[in-house]
């Protein structure tokens, strides 16, 4: 349905048409049950009851007949829980996104200098090496997540990017908002409703979310809706517009990503197995980690109580001797190790802690590194599908509200193409980066600009290779005139 033929339509078929989605809404309550380690199965008494102990015996008369009956307490047993999905969402977030993604334009004339240097400002006035995280992580929890940017009044943010950039495009008209974001997720408590055309181009967005009225007392739930023109807020309970407003950008200004499931669904029963086998194993060694002692016979007396040497009398050829544990905690531990392996390898996720990689000798570097992590990377590159959608996303719509709010740009950022790719982690060795960067330059494979680009060790790429060429200038002139001995 088209958005004329929506608006078209009453406040209450509005609101049921804006949130009808193609994909389920993700069960948020159920998301989190798997994500927060307090709420696992473990801990549910259903699922995993006390245990009934007696603590005290019965007493019987000289005729046998129970004058006070046995006493018995629940007592709670052993729950462990392990935040497996937490570890391993945490390690695919950092080797995603843990280094900033790259930007960079093929194009090098000012106005488009001018763009790129504005939108790493943006990025870095809100903080986006921090959202890109967030977002990332809840996409990979939460199945899904939204960006909305939106503009706040300022001049003091202009003055400080248009003094650095002034040579290039002047400084006036001085610009009175600056750009800032807010994300949206179900763990956050916001429903997500994004609504897309018959061509799956996205054309309107809502996200409903509750908040406490005025008076502090009653809970009120809003939908806001935002479409290429306006954002609209309904209250969802009296089906009415409280507010209605333009957002003066010409694109949508709300960024989205979606998948149809948690990444780590595919290991919720490997971890739940392994709550329960080391939960059980836990109550197993509380209940036989004292020695217990089995007699076949009259014991007569204890002598040396209390004492490093005691004695036991026995009579009658009675027997003691320890129990002893038939059964070998190797199996759990077995178990254990191979349920972890599995969790990890089923979503490529390296095991990285001290005790994993104590045995690997010298650090990870170079082309070890990445054949070590080979799997993670892999993974990257499936996730790449959609974060790095998402982030050109972004980038596009940065770069059309720069024309927007700075109009002597306008034509600059409808022409110019700023282009983000993901970056996955990995640990470079400098000097194997310097020694592969010279090596292509002199065996003319490749350029200076190229070269100083392999180095990797600054970003300023012009500026660094005109420091260069000045250097070698000066070195040339000094061997044709030497000044040395005169």
Known sequence: ???????????????????????????????????????????????????????????????????????????????????????????????????????????????????????????????????????????????EVAEYWYTQEDTIWWKKILNTIKKIVGVTPLPTYKMKVALWSPFRGDKLYPYFDEYGDLIAFSREYTLVDTDGLNLVTKLMTIDYEKVTIFNSLTSTVESEFKHNFEKLPVIYMYRPDAYCSKIKTIRKRLETLLSNFADCLDFNFFPKLAARGIVENVLNRNTGSEIIQLENGAEIAYLTWQQSPEMAKLEFENLTERAYSLTNTPRISFENLKGTGSAFSGVSFRYAFMGTHMAVSNHAEDVEEFLQRRVNFIVSAIGTIYPKLSDAAKQCEIITEVVPYMIDNTLD?????????????????TGIILAGLTEKIDEEKAEIEAEEKLAAQNSAFPTSGL
């Open 1 to 143: 349905m088209k958005l004329e033929e929506i608006y078209a339509l009453s406040v209450v078929e509005r609101i049921a048409e804006l949130k009808r989605r193609k994909t389920l809404l993700p069960d948020a309550g159920a998301l989190m049950k798997d994500w927060d380690e307090k709420q696992h199965d473990v801990f549910d008494t259903t699922e995993r009851p006390k245990r009934r102990v007696q603590v005290e015996d019965e007493e019987t008369n000289e005729k046998g007949i129970v004058i006070k009956p046995a006493r018995y307490e629940q007592r709670d047993v052993n729950r462990i829980a392990l935040p497996l999905e937490q570890d391993i969402t945490n390690i695919h977030t950092a080797f995603t996104i843990g280094i900033e993604p790259k930007l960079y334009s093929k194009t090098v004339d000012d106005n488009t200098k001018s763009i790129l240097e504005i939108l790493k400002s943006i990025y870095r006035q809100n903080k986006i090496k921090f959202v890109n995280k967030r977002a990332v992580r809840s996409w990979l929890s939460e199945q």
């Open 433 to 449: 980066n310097i020694t592969a960067a010279t090596t292509a330059v002199q065996g003319g494979i490749a350029s200076k600009t």
